[in-house]
């Protein structure tokens, strides 16, 4: 999930960067095209055909529009952007009479001032907002992210054992519900294994209840080794475990796998220089076999590991 995070956020800044640098170019791309405009009194000459003219200042119109195509929702840009052509076009104009008047190209070049000004005033604001907005967007899309994450892990929490690691009772009965009726509609056949931890009870009383949250962690990953990926072990409380089975042969591959956990279990092991040998009982059950519903399976498995408990020396 922080993998999955980290590389969404890459992704937003990275978009951010694309942005602004798309606007950077649109921007100055704009001020170029606008420099031409400026410049077309002194590189138009006046002995230029009129209809050259024409198309020249039509190329210009047609490039900057390029621009323009992002920015409906600025039509002061618009506005700038007429008021920059009308005064270039017109200044062009009655410079190309001897008889035009210096009053007359005095307002004209105020007037394109005044526009070249509010059309790079309105540009930077078009950036500038895009730029917020994308900003905005990166910002609640990582609190998206997070809730996402943070809503994740509390799930993750309800669900699996703290201690552990394993799934708890709760992910127990929902994963069993799902098997049941999957084994209903399909005709698929699954088991359980439960499994009761002998003389644990000892070791919290001799060497306090860290050494025994230790051992319960071992003996976690002990039976979580001899499983498969697609079983799901479980943690029911205290210390009793349960191994939920899917896709199962026959009542052999249940015996099969209760005695691969019980000498996996009783391989002796040390924690800070302690020694421990512990031993399980166990008990399985079979769908449809010993029931014909999760509850009968439960209490099946529960039975018969109580009756080897019982049937235990010492």
């Given at each position: ?10 992704a ?14 649109r921007?100055?791309?704009?001020l ?6 400026s ?10 055909p009129?209809d ?5 200042y ?12 992002s ?8 506005i ?7 005064s ?10 001897d ?30 907002s ?34 552990t690691?394993?799934?708890?009772r ?10 049941e009726?999957?084994?209903k ?6 088991g ?31 039976i ?53 040998n ?26 018969k ?10």
């Open positions: 999930m922080i993998d999955k995070k980290c590389n969404e956020q890459v937003l800044k990275a978009d951010h960067a694309t942005l602004k640098k798309r606007l950077s170019q921007f100055f791309f704009g170029f095209i606008a420099f031409l405009f410049v077309s009194p002194f590189i138009l000459l006046a002995d230029v009129l050259h003219v024409q198309l020249y039509i190329f210009l119109v047609c490039l900057f529009a390029v621009i323009l195509v920015n409906i929702s600025f039509p002061e840009y618009y700038a952007y007429g008021m920059l052509i009308l270039m076009i017109f200044l062009h104009t009655v410079t190309r009479f008889d035009h008047s210096k009053g007359v190209i005095a307002c004209s070049s105020l007037f394109l001032l005044l526009g070249f000004t509010l059309m790079i005033r309105k540009a930077i604001e078009m950036s500038e895009a730029l917020n907005e994308v900003t905005y967007s990166i910002t609640l899309k990582e609190q998206m992210l997070e809730m996402m994450e943070m809503q994740a892990l509390i799930e993750h929490q309800a669900r699996h054992d703290e201690l690691g394993l799934a708890n709760r992910k127990f009965e929902e994963e069993a519900v799902e098997i009726n999957r084994a509609d399909f005709g698929a056949v699954f359980l294994i439960y499994v009761d931890l002998d003389k644990f009870k000892p070791i919290n009383d001799t060497y306090g209840h860290q050494y025994g949250d230790w051992v319960l962690q071992e003996i976690a990953k002990r979580t080794s001899c499983t498969r990926e697609t079983d799901l072990v479980c943690r029911m409380g205290g210390d009793e475990f349960c191994v939920l089975i899917k896709n199962v042969t026959n009542n052999e591959e249940l015996e099969n796998l209760s005695t691969l956990l019980k000498d996996r279990i009783k391989m002796p092991f040390a924690i800070n220089g302690i020694d421990f512990l031993g399980a009982s166990m008990g399985s059950a079979i769908y449809p076999t010993d029931g014909k519903n999760v509850d009968a399976l439960v209490s099946t498995a529960d039975h590991m109580y009756e080897e408990k019982k049937a235990a020396p010492g």
